[in-house]
């Protein structure tokens, strides 16, 4: 298990939202630190679509508490100000 886990640009390319969730949960030891940058643009093939606040709330019902919840503007590959839509 790890002390902390920093997923960069990477929850929305799960098919299974639940599943990663559980996946990141067994990797993160107890006291442990996850830090997550990166918009929620989940693909096609995702079962399940969850907006950041559904995500929060699967992660506190598994007991989890975040020390901070900030929004930071980062761009990706296009422009600041226009959207990627992958439908």
Same mark, same amino acid.
């Given at each position: @298990?790890?002390?902390a886990i920093l997923t960069c640009f990477f929850l929305d390319t799960?098919?299974?939202?639940?599943?990663?969730?559980?996946?990141?949960?067994?990797?993160?030891?107890?006291?442990?630190?996850?830090?997550?940058?990166?918009?929620?643009?989940?693909?096609?093939?995702?079962?399940?679509?969850?907006?950041?606040?559904? &995500?929060?709330?699967?992660? @506190?019902? @598994?007991?989890?508490?975040?020390?901070?919840?900030?929004?930071?503007?980062?761009?990706?590959?296009?422009? @600041?100000?226009?959207? &990627?839509?992958?439908?």
């Amino acid at each position: @298990r790890f002390d902390a886990i920093l997923t960069c640009f990477f929850l929305d390319t799960a098919d299974d939202a639940s599943k990663l969730v559980e996946v990141l949960d067994g990797l993160l030891g107890e006291g442990g630190v996850w830090v997550n940058v990166g918009p929620l643009n989940w693909s096609g093939s995702a079962r399940l679509k969850l907006n950041w606040e559904e &995500m929060l709330t699967v992660w @506190r019902q @598994r007991g989890y508490e975040f020390l901070s919840d900030e929004r930071i503007d980062c761009d990706y590959s296009l422009r @600041r100000g226009l959207k &990627m839509y992958t439908e």
